[in-house]
């Protein structure tokens, strides 16, 4: 799994061996949305297999979709239609107890909106937030949060185990 910044490791192996198709790369971020470098020609590296890492993980994301398309040209007009299109997910690593927060000013209000740990869990959607320190002490995620109406501390569950 790669982190913001890491390569993507684009790559499509053909079943035959093929070296003399095209292949493209269509990139989306967990919205559905085109991430920039997308769409990407792939080249072949030998042996039916295309490869790249040109693309790198974009901040903002949960993961990339990355769908690949064969042609039987370099203008990307005609599908090969021997292969079937083939999809890769990537999802962001992230390690556990970091926080992800995200101001999103609404209604001229700020809402908070944090995760936390692997898989992202949805700690708390606080609005009206004027000031967040997020801190790791030993083995436990804090966040102190200052609001107009109330102060506190947001700390993930206890271990049942």
């Known amino acids: 799994m790669p982190r913001v910044g890491d390569p993507l ?10 070296n003399s198709v095209f292949v493209r790369a269509y990139l989306t971020n967990d919205l559905g949305q085109s991430i920039l470098g997308s769409p ?5 590296i030998g042996n039916g297999k295309y490869a790249t890492s040109a ?8 993961y990339v979709s990355c769908s690949y398309e064969v042609f039987s040209d370099a203008g990307f007009t005609t599908p090969a239609t021997q292969y079937t299109d083939a999809t890769d997910n ?25 995760t936390t740990g692997n898989p992202n869990t949805l700690v708390g959607i606080i609005d009206k937030v004027t ?18 109406e109330l102060q506190g501390f947001v700390e993930p569950p206890e271990d049942e185990d």
């Not at 490791?9 to 093929?18: M, S």
């Not at 999802?91 to 944090?114: G, H, M, R, S, W």
């Not at 967040?132 to 200052?146: F, M, P, Q, R, T």
């Open 90 to 114: 990537f999802p962001l690593e992230v390690p556990d107890y970091e926080i992800l927060a995200t101001l999103v000013e609404v209604q001229k209000a700020l809402t908070l909106l944090a």
């Open 131 to 148: 000031d967040l320190i997020g801190y790791v002490k030993g083995d436990n995620l804090k966040a102190e949060i200052h609001i107009p």
């Open 55 to 62: 693309i790198f993980m974009p901040a903002g994301t949960a």
């Open 40 to 44: 990407i020609s792939v080249p072949n």
């Open 9 to 18: 490791p684009i790559d499509c192996k053909l079943w035959d061996g093929n």
